[in-house]
Each structure stands twice: as C-alpha cells, then as structure tokens.
C-alpha cells in the first residue's frame, strides 16, 4: 500500500512538473460534477483467473443486466493546465462478492456498497481543446453494508467533452484495483458532467480615451451626402454615385436591382438571378424554381412533370385504366384478354353446377373449376368478377342471398387454390337473367349457375 502511494505521488509530481503553467492559463476551475455508473464486480475476476483475450473470446464480459448502477459526487479542481484533482463520493445497491482470502461469506442480496476517492487526471490535451482524452490515477476508500470498510486504488483512461463555459462532459472506464482484503478488482463505467462552482470572472474591459477635437475644415456642402459637393450633383438631395452625375444608379424595371447589376435591365426579375425573371428551361409555363422536371415540359397537377405512364405502354395514366400493366389504346390502356381464354373459362363456367336450394357445388363442378384456377395462376394479370345466379325455385329474397353464397364459393375455391383475393370479386343476382327455362329441370339446373368475366 504505500509503494502504491509514493509511486502515484511520484507520478502525480512529474506530470504537473512536465506540464509546467502555460500563458494563458487553462487550468480547470473548482467544480461540482455528478455522475452516473454502473459498477462491473465480475468481469475483472473472470480476467484475474484466465485472460483479457480468453474472456473476449468467450463472450464473457458481464452483461449490463448484472452491473449495479450509482451515482458519484465529485468536486474537481486544477492543479495545472493538464492535472486535475478529483474527490468522489459513490453509492449503489449490490451483492458484494467477498475473495476467498477475506474470509466473508459472499453476500446474495443487496445491500448499499459507498466508496470515497481522491484522484488526479492526467490530460492529454488543455481544456480549450472540444475533447481531451485523460487517465485517472488515485487512492480510495469503500465501506459495504456498513460493516466492511476496504481500500483501493482507482485507475481508468477517459475522454472529457468541452461543453463551453467550464461545463464538460465526462465518460470514464475505470479499473479499480484491490488494495486490502476485503476489496476486489473491478470495473466501473461511468459519464457525468461537471459545472464551475462560480461564474468566469471576465477581465476588465480598457476604454479608450476619446480622439482630440478634429481641426474644422470648411468644406463645400453636400447635401445628400453621397460624397458630391452640391455644385456638381444633378440629384443634390438623393445619395448618388459619380458615374451618374450624382444620382443613384437607375433602375429601369423596378424590381430593386439597379440596371448596372441587372442581366435584365427592363424586365423584372430576382437578385438570385441577376435581375432576370425566374427562369423556365423547358417552356411548360412552369418555372424552375417549382417544376421538378425542369428540363421535360409538363402540367402544374404534376408539379411540372409530364403526366406519368407507370407501365410504359404509351398511355398515361390519367387515362389508363390499368396503369400497372401495359395494354392497348383500344382497351383504355388494359390488355386485352385472349379470345380462346376468354371462351375456356366461360365454358368452365357452364359447368360449374349446384344443388337446388343449396350452395354445394356438385361433384361435376371440380374440374372446370381447376381449369379456371389454371388459367388465372398462368397470366398473373388477369381477374374475375364472379356472378351468381339460381332458378326461380323459392323467394326473390332468398334467392337473392343464394346467389351471393354461390359466387363466394367459387371465390372461396379458387383463393384456397392460391388465387390472391385482390384479383376476385364475387356477387350474386338472384333469379335474374336466367339462361334457360325455369319450367323445366334442365332449365332451372342450368340457370342455378355462375358465370365468370375476365378482365386486367
């Protein structure tokens, strides 16, 4: 313990020697700080017993989650421009893990653990500087739950932020080293700030003697004060300039930029460009400063773009009515559905039979309805409104809400069989339009169906 004292004596000494008092001065004015740590009992041990680079490579280091935190009080005060003098007070909660060599039963529940220090950092830089790297050296005191008073010494290497004003931030690894028995090894990581007790006491500010009395010279008078006797001003009352006999440079447009610095001089423009008029490159009506396509005539709706064409088909998409998939002018910019698709799937559709009375689709309908789900997973674009429809069998209501259960189920189908529900749409009409006659069973069977309407 006292070696460890004369050396950081020793090494206290030599660096207020080696950093001698500069002009001006630097030195750190008497502060208060407040700090908040969180105090790492393990890792330091884990290091003890094996390695830094065996701990590293295991991912040992302590997690955060067993790291007590606390908060420390400290006074600060220079001892020169680069040594400062720290004392701290901490507190935090936590299990103290004794050494074997203390003869303490470890502790398992927290219990309030306090340590006092005096230290010095040892600056790389002056506090001028916006960040200072620094390391910390000193002797230190702990008492745990009341009972356990230990010594140590803490060490670290830490990085000071100029907050302006005496004002700084502080972040500090540290290391304190056991010194007595009933001390550990261990980290502590911590940022605070600290403030100067006092305000900056600002040097006295030297006021000049007043000039003597200037000589009176009686000059030809000038009314307008532009530099020009009044006897060669041809605008004796307005401030002016020589090159125009006196008078201010004209303006010819005003816009408040005078012709001499005017591109424009007889159109209104902006001192941004010279006097000329906003420029607009592309001849749209839309200026620069507002068109986001300066340089490609557009419409003011598009901020003076031209009106977009998302799927490049040469139909813009005001007026394409599938603006995300190319088409044709003939089908308002859609594709237009194959005729043999077209014809496959309402053929499919024919057989895609029910129940009377019922939603079950018979047994007869399972093909076509495979065909119309390959015909739909082939050509991605492509979607079906889907219409129901029964005989006249029953009420108008009922078979109104027949209908509507009828397309669903084939909707039904067909987004089980992998058809994105966005692509379909499903309604029922009831006993409307029937293909056939209701007066006969083929008739009504074949009017208790749905029928399937391609479209991009």
């Known amino acids: 313990m006292k070696k460890f004292l004369f050396s950081l004596i020793a090494v206290v000494v030599m660096a207020t020697g080696s950093f001698a008092q500069t002009w001006p001065s630097y030195k750190k004015a008497p502060s208060i700080g407040i700090d908040f740590f969180l105090k790492d009992l393990y890792t330091a041990q884990k290091i003890d017993a094996t390695s830094l680079s065996n701990v590293l490579n295991n991912s040992s280091w302590t997690p955060i989650k067993n790291m007590a935190p606390g908060l420390s009080f400290n006074y600060y005060q220079g001892l020169s421009d680069h040594v400062d003098f720290v004392g701290s007070l901490a507190g935090s909660f936590t299990p103290f893990p004794f050494s074997t060599n203390s003869n303490v039963k470890p502790v398992t529940n927290s219990k309030f653990f306090m340590e006092l220090s005096a230290s010095v950092n040892i600056k790389l830089l002056t506090d001028n500087h916006f960040i200072v790297p620094y390391i910390a050296l000193g002797v230190g005191a702990s008492m745990y739950s009341g009972t ?13 932020f100029n907050l302006g004003e005496g004002t700084f931030v502080h972040a500090l690894f540290g290391y304190n080293i056991k010194v007595s028995d009933l001390s550990i090894n261990h980290l502590n990581y ?5 403030s100067p007790l006092k305000d900056k006491k600002e040097p006295p500010v030297m006021v000049a003697p007043p000039p003597p009395p200037a000589p009176i010279i009686i000059v030809e008078k000038d009314t307008d004060g532009d530099g020009i006797v009044d006897s060669k001003d041809k605008c004796p009352t307005v401030p002016g300039v020589a090159k125009y006999q006196g008078c201010p440079v004209p303006d010819t447009d005003g816009d408040g930029i005078n012709d001499d610095n005017d591109l424009c001089p007889n159109v209104k423009g902006f001192a941004k460009y010279n006097g000329c008029p906003i420029p607009d490159t592309d001849k749209d009506g839309i200026n620069d400063e507002e068109d986001k396509c300066p340089t490609t005539p557009g419409v003011a709706r598009y901020q003076g773009c031209p009106i977009p064409d998302r799927d490049h088909d040469g139909i813009n998409d005001e007026e394409d009515k599938c603006p995300d998939v190319p088409g044709v002018r003939e089908n308002n910019g859609c594709p237009v559905v194959k005729q043999e698709v077209i014809k496959k799937v309402a053929a499919s559709a024919k057989s895609i039979l029910f129940a009377t009375g019922s939603d079950k689709l018979l047994s007869s309908s399972t093909k076509p309805l495979n065909d119309v789900l390959a015909v739909l997973k082939e050509d991605g674009g492509l979607k079906l409104d889907i219409e129901g429809y029964t005989d006249n069998t029953g009420s108008e209501k009922l078979n109104l ?40 069973a083929a008739g009504r069977t074949l009017n208790r169906r749905v029928e399937l309407k391609l479209k991009y």
């Open 148 to 160: 356990y008073f230990a010594a140590y010494a803490p060490t670290g290497a830490g990085i000071q």
């Open 190 to 194: 911590s940022v605070g700030i600290s």
């Open 401 to 440: 809400e027949l209908s509507k259960k009828r397309a669903h189920k084939v909707y039904e189908h067909l987004v089980k069989g992998g058809i994105d529900a966005s692509r379909l749409t499903s309604e029922g009409f009831g006993l409307a339009s029937p293909v056939a006659d209701n007066k006969t």
